[in-house]
């Protein structure tokens, strides 16, 4: 029997598949703030480690308002997935809410040179 792909906490509950489908999804960027007790429970690890896992590319940061925001770019089913993981978050973590709005390249330049995904200071 296949075993689901790999996921850095056991709670989020999602199977990836491959970060690109056997139809050749698109490749998208997506911007995501999310809400709640997001910051000391070891959110941005968590984003960092599920990014890493399906091979999307992107950062994470806190923000000075208590919320988290990220930049995620990969194939969209891919994207679509980590946002609903995003949602969960980590076993410490509450989210209230979460906002993804479409985002460019330009919002991938924040990322540290050389790191496919980036852990950010706060902004």
Known sequence: MPRPGPSADARAGVCYG????????????????????????GYRAFVEREALAVGLEGWVRNC???SVEAVLSGASDVVDKMIATCRRGPYAARVDGLDARPADAAELRPRRNGERFSVLPTA
Request: proline share 0%; net charge positive; hydrophobic share 40%.
């Open 18 to 41: 491959s970060a690109v489908s056997a139809q050749g999804a698109r490749h998208v960027i997506r911007h995501v703030s999310i809400r709640g007790r997001v910051q000391g429970v």
């Open 64 to 66: 000075a308002d208590g």
